[in-house]
């Protein structure tokens, strides 16, 4: 039997940190944005079965990105807090804020409890008001932390820099269309290119305050995104000032994850469920 | 929403139904629960007269608005009639109470498994959970607390609407045609017998289950009948193709007074064709 050694604390919270971080890292981007009319949510995934947006309440929506079984479960959990709290009491009394509480204390215990691994996820739970200045962004990541965020924020692989994409071209108040092109301009966009990203790729989800009906969630069709980002090369008027040329997007697949290859394979690779949705 | 870690039951995949869920996690929630032993018909108020019929392309469901208590009428303004998703909807006859926590849950059922599994029940799938929740009532039902709906939705596959009425046990029949529930069905469904035609265009077919209604209230003292004075009306929910929608107060009080016009010549109603007289 081996000798047991001592790790300090310190470590083994960062060795949890760089974990999840890492299994996170692994997938795509995902971004959010607050437009005139509520909050938008893109991110790249060539499956249309497997979401990483869905709908949780009248008003509440959740984004994730990393290990999909694990954020499914979160989701999962999300839907029926939110449905058991409905019925129990009455619709308006479910909010967003009680949702990201609840994940945040569920992430956290899971993060620092030794029996388990930390979850690799990161997530989005939106809740939109009667006005812009009502609406609540909350981004959580895989430690618990909740951070309240205003006008954009993206989550997972590359986060940073489509998070700085958005930072220099984000407005506020803007149209739906405009805010897609901007959310899918800035998934395309890594430090050395900016990729165009085509239609049928794309998961694009709104929670949409001008919707007559209770449930404001809804999808936004392949079609009706290739007529919005087909327009205009999917370039967005707003960030007029990007530097990099327009590249046709067919020369573009044959370069694609190197960043991928390098990273060492997660420690459970024994028939655990892939991070869904595949990458390519 | 809670304080601490979500519960490991909230964590593991497993059912899609809100009802199971709940049946298990919280029973104390489920409709009637911890109801006293003993006959419980008398204490509640019931709910009256539905009825439904399809046309081509839809199906259209209304109630009268009226619930009684023994001899007297316990609510004028009463709501029987709910949408229970975008495509189908329900209405109650029994024990009123009960009947809308009833149509909540279901609700909440149809909504939940939509969200779990990202795709809607087909018709005949909403048709059977509903049988499953008015099962779950037959204790109530054996106590005098009876819950008898009506339900109705559109099969987006088929293009045709669909009309499933029920018994207490939770026994399911489709309908064709037209169908009815509650006290006053008996006389809402002579009516209706006389009237509908399975080719009738939207309008007449409101005007068609008006009518029925109004036959149902003249003969039923627990149905109620259009209230002019406190401009009370039926309710009717329209469900074609393009969803579901209530028709707007005004909509509905124009075909009652233009149907109480015609009983002002005709008490009885319309008069109904009859083939091979001379």
């Known amino acids: 039997m081996s000798t047991p050694f001592y790790v300090s604390p310190e470590q083994l919270m960062r060795d949890r940190a760089d974990f999840a971080r890492k299994g996170i890292s692994r997938g795509r981007a995902l971004v959010s944005l607050q437009y005139a009319d509520g909050i938008v949510f893109a991110s790249e995934n060539p499956s249309a079965a497997l979401h990483k947006v869905s709908e949780i309440y009248d008003r509440i929506a959740f984004a994730a990105v990393g290990r999909y079984n694990e954020f499914e479960n979160l989701r999962i959990a999300g839907v029926r807090l939110a449905d058991m709290r409905g019925y129990a009491y009455d619709r308006r009394d479910v909010t967003g804020r009680g949702l990201a509480n609840a994940y945040a204390q569920t992430l956290g215990t899971i993060f620092s409890s030794g029996g388990e691994k930390p979850y690799e996820v990161e997530l989005f739970v939106g809740e939109i008001g009667d006005t812009a200045a009502d609406d609540q962004l909350y981004r959580l990541t895989y ?20 998070g700085g994409y958005l930072k220099e071209r984000y407005t506020e108040g803007a149209t739906l269309e405009n805010a897609i092109k901007l959310a899918v301009a800035a998934l395309g966009h890594t430090e050395t290119e900016d990729r165009e990203i085509e239609a049928k790729n794309l998961e694009v989800a709104v929670l949409d305050r001008t919707r007559t009906q209770p449930r404001k ?10 007529e919005i980002l087909g327009s205009s090369t999917a370039k967005p008027e707003v960030g007029a000032a990007a530097p990099a040329a327009v ?14 290859a390098p990273l060492a394979p997660p420690a ?8 869904a949705p595949p990458l390519d | 929403m809670s304080e601490s870690r979500i519960p490991a039951a909230y964590m593991t995949p497993g059912t899609s139904s809100f009802a199971d869920f709940l049946t298990a996690q919280s029973p104390e929630l489920l409709p009637g629960h911890n109801a006293a032993p003993g006959n419980l018909g008398d204490l509640a108020p019931h709910g009256t007269t539905i009825v439904a019929a399809t046309f081509p392309g839809g199906v259209i469901i209304a109630g009268d608005r009226r619930a009684t208590q023994g001899n007297l009428i316990a609510e004028r303004d009463m709501r029987k009639v709910f949408p229970a998703d975008e495509y189908s909807a329900v209405g109650i006859a029994g024990s009123a109470g009960l009947a809308v ?3 909540k849950l279901f609700q909440t059922e149809l909504e939940h498994y939509e969200k779990i599994e990202g795709t809607t029940l087909s018709i005949e799938g909403k048709a059977s959970r509903l049988s499953a929740l008015v099962r779950g009532n037959l204790a109530m039902a054996m106590q005098g607390l009876v819950v008898v709906p009506l339900f109705v ?6 293009g045709v609407g669909k009309i499933y009425g029920y018994d207490p046990t939770g026994g399911r029949y489709e309908q064709t045609g037209y169908s009815g529930v509650g006290s006053g069905s008996l006389f809402a469904k002579g ?15 409101v005007a068609v289950l008006i009518q029925a209604l109004y036959d149902a209230a003249d003969d039923d003292s627990a149905t109620g009948g259009p209230d002019l004075s406190r401009k009370l009306f039926p309710l009717v929910h329209v469900i074609t193709a393009d969803g579901g929608r209530t028709l707007p107060d005004a909509e509905v009080a124009a075909v009652a007074e233009s149907v109480i016009a015609g009983r002002l010549q005709r008490p009885d109603g319309p008069i109904a064709e009859i083939e091979g007289a001379k």
């Open chain 1, 247 to 260: 590249e046709p997007p067919a020369e573009k697949p044959a370069e694609k994850p190197a960043e991928e």
């Open chain 1, 217 to 226: 969630f809804r999808r936004i069709r392949p079609a009706t995104l290739v």
């Open chain 2, 101 to 103: 926590e009833l149509v």
């Open chain 1, 143 to 162: 430690d618990g932390q909740v951070v309240d965020e205003h006008g954009f924020a993206a989550i997972g692989g590359a986060a940073e820099a489509v």
């Open chain 1, 268 to 275: 459970d690779d024994d028939g655990e469920p892939p991070i």
């Open chain 2, 191 to 205: 009516a209706l017998k006389k009237l509908y035609r399975p080719d009738l265009d939207e309008d007449t077919l």
């Open chain 2, 153 to 158: 939705g559109f099969d987006p596959d088929a």
